[in-house]
């Protein structure tokens, strides 16, 4: 579907849907009475291309392009206010997570949205060998945003790296290889599974 | 008549005794005002004190009594003597609580007190018991007209009571607009689902009720008579009439459906799919559950609702008002798509989404729960196609939708019957009745009840909201102010329960609300009459008809007791028993006037009863204070203030007079509806009286008061004050 939605798909119940059906929480959506005070609550609101208020009316409205590559959803910090708020009693925060989630799943959530790139680090990591490397985390996460910022930041954080080192905090050696969980196989084949599962609970919309 | 034989009773309790000098009191009320009786009580309101006045009231005579004690607003329990005509001299909250407790202030006040002896004594000379009127009747029939949901409503809760009903409908079915719905907006928890009208059960309750005599296919073609003794002429159809006695009348004449073809811009006539929400439901009837079609046979799988189509707008032929129900009409409408089949797309597209009543949120919800779009927006064009031009007010954007059925929810026009500022009442012997009039009644001011805003029915919005501007009717449903249906049945249930007091008040020639119970009516001295038809245009009631020699005639049942009649009388020829021109005229000149050097000026304060008099109570109850210079007294109304009074005080030496009444206009406080109006009209006329004795005009201030004004009902009488200081005294003391 173009990013300019069919007049005909427009207010439907179509997007809502798939919302419902796919998205976390998803079946709170036609909930909102737009009162917009969970938007007002954010202390990141302003910074939002779109604040929550406005994601549930575009759901609403059919604009499911729109939505799932938006990186307002992304912007989420998990603070709570809105949750807290909402006299409607709507899980904003779950539903956000939801919707960033799902649009990943889907292959469109914008690629260089800088938290969707770190859950990604983290996630690559950790399933690796069921723990985090936290050096190799670290590393990667000082390398994001390119070589020459990843040298300048490495510069930087290179004192704090040594003293870690000298009071045993920290393990250079960690960076080859590295340990994990006895049984690295077993949870692979765990998250393969999950994965199926969820994938067989997935509607095609 | 019997002698008259005033008692005049001072108490002392409440530190009226610590403040005042009781014996001058007893002296001034027996010397100056000569009253027959006087006694001084410890405290005049316990069992002791109340005694000793029926003592007097039994074995001495005493038939006028003073009590000179608290304002007549207190212990109204304890002092209520049968038989006799009484007044109140408020010492408490009139004197001693207004005034600091100072030597300095110790002789002015005690003069305040004085003065109120004097008034009380003097107002009770002038007064008599009111005896009731001889023209009373009693008459439990309850007619109704309108056989709607509210009409029915009245009907069955009247007849429940044990009144006889004669119930008449224009239509040869009952039913009205709620009889062509499909369902009604739930009254019931959960709230959740739309719920049967009720409307078949209520029929059958009328039809199995021997009480309720119904008349299909008819009209009312006249009115007349008054409370407790109605005439009405009932005529069907075919233009047979028969004539019935009824004691009281409930107007549930119900709403219009606004005219949709004058929303152009909305396709409503060129396109096939747009309907307004009383189609709509006619549709959904006539299916009986089966899936709803559009007038081209084809299935309906999406639904735009329109809200607020042709209302809440200030534009040419819109309504301005917002008709209340047809938010949750439209979540009602669009379940019946969703209940019936879930994968139809209903949007109900509002500004502001309005959800009365109880359940009014829980139905939103269920109505969101069940997959019904709402869309904050504002519709601008509906094209023949059906499609759906607004701009999304969340996400700021012009946008539209393509839908299979559009639906207008346009608001309710009340049949309110004529506009009787615009359509005058035929000359008395040439009455005829008019076909677009509800009532048909013969009264002098109109066939109808008054018009407010908007063109609904005046009723005592603020603070009666049943009490019409006409005795012994009541209106009630959409007729009276938008409404839905369990408010129309809530109304009727109300209006038939005052109408059922209209009827037992009306036997006892009592009054109705606001001066419930009141025995009192006014009369005129037809001798000095000039037929100049003040009384007749001012009433705010329509009480007074006139007769074939352009006499007016009182109709006391229909009357209010407000005394708009007797302050409107050039010739000052109408009077209450107990109130009259010279009951209050008698007070102001029986004061003590000092002389124009003593620097004791003399202020009158004529204060609404019902507002301003209990906000100057509760300022004395604050102990707010206000200038010993200051002698109130309490009127019915700021309409009873007749012009002669203002006349009178300036002439014999008050340096200022200050009017309260209440607020008047469109959003009106007075109790009497228009007598606060009447009186601000007579009084911007004053300013010539006051030229003529060549006095300043600043001298009479007249103040729209309200209950609430506790801190400035005695800062206006400060203001006064101020004024005669700055002006000077009034050079007419002798
Ligand atoms: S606070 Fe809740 S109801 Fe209000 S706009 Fe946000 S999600 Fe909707
Ligand atoms: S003006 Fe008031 S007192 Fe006079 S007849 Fe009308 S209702 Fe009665
Ligand atoms: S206002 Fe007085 S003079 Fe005029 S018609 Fe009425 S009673 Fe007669």
Redesign the interface.
């Known amino acids: 579907m173009s990013a300019n939605t069919a007049v005909v798909e427009r207010y439907r119940n179509s997007f809502l849907k798939e919302v419902e059906a796919n998205v976390e929480e998803g079946q709170w959506v036609k909930m909102c009475m737009q009162c917009g005070v969970c938007s007002g609550s954010c202390p990141l609101g302003p910074a939002w291309d779109h604040p929550p208020q406005e994601i549930f009316m575009m759901i609403r409205a059919g604009k499911r392009d729109e939505v799932l590559t938006s990186s307002s959803m992304w912007m989420c910090t998990s603070c709570y206010n809105c949750i807290v708020r909402c006299p409607r009693e709507l899980p904003i925060t779950h539903i956000m997570h939801g919707l960033a989630n799902y649009a990943h799943r889907l292959g469109i959530a914008p690629k260089n949205q800088p938290t969707r790139k770190f859950a990604k680090l983290f996630w690559d990591n950790l399933s690796k060998k069921g723990r985090v490397n936290e050096l190799k985390l670290g590393i990667a996460l000082y390398f994001m945003n390119g070589l020459v910022s990843g040298i300048k930041t490495a510069l930087k954080m290179a004192p704090l790296g040594i003293n870690m080192v000298k009071t045993k905090r920290m393990s250079p050696m960690e960076y080859f290889g590295g340990h994990g969980i006895k049984d690295t196989k077993g949870l692979h084949a765990i998250l393969k599974k999950a994965r199926e599962i969820e994938a067989a609970k997935m509607q095609k919309f | 008549m019997a002698d008259v034989k005033i008692g005049a009773y001072i108490c002392k309790g409440c530190g009226i005794g610590d403040r005042l000098d009781t014996k001058q009191l007893a002296q001034v009320a027996t010397r100056d005002a000569k009253a027959h009786v006087v006694r001084e009580h410890d405290f005049l309101c316990n069992a002791d004190g109340v005694k000793m006045i029926q003592n007097d009231i039994d074995s001495e005579g005493v038939n006028r009594v003073a009590i000179c004690a608290c304002s007549r607003r207190a212990k109204t329990e304890a002092f209520r003597f049968e038989g006799v005509a009484m007044t109140r001299a408020n010492l408490r909250e009139g004197v001693i609580w207004v005034r600091p407790a100072t030597d300095e202030a110790q002789e002015t006040t005690q003069e305040m007190a004085d003065d109120y002896i004097r008034m009380a004594v003097t107002e009770t000379k002038f007064m008599t018991l009111p005896q009731g009127s001889e023209k009373a009747t009693y008459n439990r029939h309850i007619l109704v007209v309108g056989g709607g949901i509210s009409g029915m409503t009245a009907a069955v809760e009247a007849a429940k009571t044990g009144y006889p009903v004669i119930l008449i409908e224009k239509t040869g079915t009952l039913g009205g607009s709620a009889g062509k719905a499909w369902r009604r907006i739930p009254q019931k928890a959960p709230y959740a689902n739309p719920e049967d009208t009720g409307v078949a059960a209520l029929i059958k309750a009328i039809e199995g009720n021997s009480q309720i005599k119904v008349h299909l296919n008819s009209t009312l073609t006249k009115t007349s008579g008054a409370p407790g003794r109605f005439a009405v002429d009932i005529t069907t159809e075919s233009g047979s009439t028969t004539t019935e006695n009824v004691g009281a009348i409930i107007q549930a004449s119900g709403y219009t459906e606004y005219d949709a073809s004058k929303l152009t811009e909305f396709s409503y006539g060129k396109a096939k799919n747009v309907v307004t929400q009383a189609e709509l439901d006619a549709m959904a009837k006539a299916a009986n559950g089966a899936p709803l079609k559009n007038k081209d046979g084809k299935e309906i799988k999406?639904v735009?609702f329109v809200q607020c189509a042709g209302q809440r707008s200030t534009k040419e032929g819109h309504l301005n008002y917002c008709s209340g129900h047809c938010c949750l009409d439209s979540v009602k409408q669009a379940m019946y798509f969703k209940d019936a089949n879930p994968?139809i797309?209903t949007?109900i597209i509002y500004t502001d989404?309005r959800t009365p009543g109880a359940g009014g949120e829980d139905f939103?919800?269920s109505g969101?729960?069940k997959?019904v779009?709402?869309?904050?927006g504002q519709v601008n064009e509906v094209t023949t196609d059906g499609?759906v031009k607004f701009k999304?007010l969340?996400?700021n954007e012009d946008?539209?939708?393509?839908a299979d059925l559009v639906v207008l929810a346009t608001g309710m026009v009340p049949n309110s019957g004529v506009d009787i500022e615009v359509v005058k009442q035929d000359e008395p012997g040439q009455w005829k009745s008019n076909n677009e009039s509800v009532l048909n009644l013969d009264y002098r001011q109109g066939k109808d009840i008054p018009l407010l805003k908007q063109g609904f029915n005046d009723s005592h919005f603020i603070c009666f909201p049943y009490e019409t501007r006409r005795t012994g009717i009541y209106t009630c449903g959409p007729v009276r102010r938008p409404m839905d249906m369990e408010q129309a049945m809530e109304d009727a249930t109300g209006a038939a329960l005052k109408a059922i007091q209209a009827v037992e008040n009306a036997g006892q020639g009592r009054a109705a609300h606001p001066r419930s119970g009141d025995l009192s009516f006014p009369s005129f001295r037809r001798e000095g009459c000039t037929q100049c038809k003040r009384c007749t245009v001012e009433c705010p009631f329509g009480a007074i008809d006139e007769d074939e020699q352009r006499f007016p005639v009182f109709n006391e049942a229909r009357c209010r007791r407000c005394g708009t009649c007797m302050g409107a009388c050039p010739v000052r020829v109408i009077s209450f028993e107990n109130y009259s021109v010279d009951t209050v005229g008698q007070q102001l000149k029986n004061i003590d006037i000092p002389d124009e050097f003593s620097e004791k000026p003399r202020i009158l304060v004529l204060a609404c009863e019902n507002d301003a008099y209990p906000a100057l109570d509760m300022a004395a109850m604050r102990k707010i204070e206000y200038s010993a210079f200051a002698r109130v007294i309490p009127v019915r109304c700021l309409g009873s203030v007749n012009t002669i009074w203002l006349t009178d005080a300036l002439n014999s030496g008050y340096d200022g007079v200050v009017l309260m009444g209440c607020q008047k206009g469109d959003n009106y406080q007075c109790h009497f509806v228009k007598g606060s109006e009447m009186a601000h009209y007579r009084m911007s006329k004053v300013n010539d009286t006051l030229t003529t004795l060549n006095l300043e005009t600043e001298r009479v201030a007249t103040y729209e008061v309200a209950i609430t004004d506790i801190e400035r009902a005695p800062q206006l009488i400060n203001d006064m004050a101020a004024t005669v200081e700055k002006v000077g005294m009034s050079p007419f003391k002798f």
């Open positions: 999406s735009a994968a797309d949007n989404l939103y919800r969101q729960n997959g779009t709402f869309t904050k499609t999304d969340i996400l946008t539209e939708e393509k």
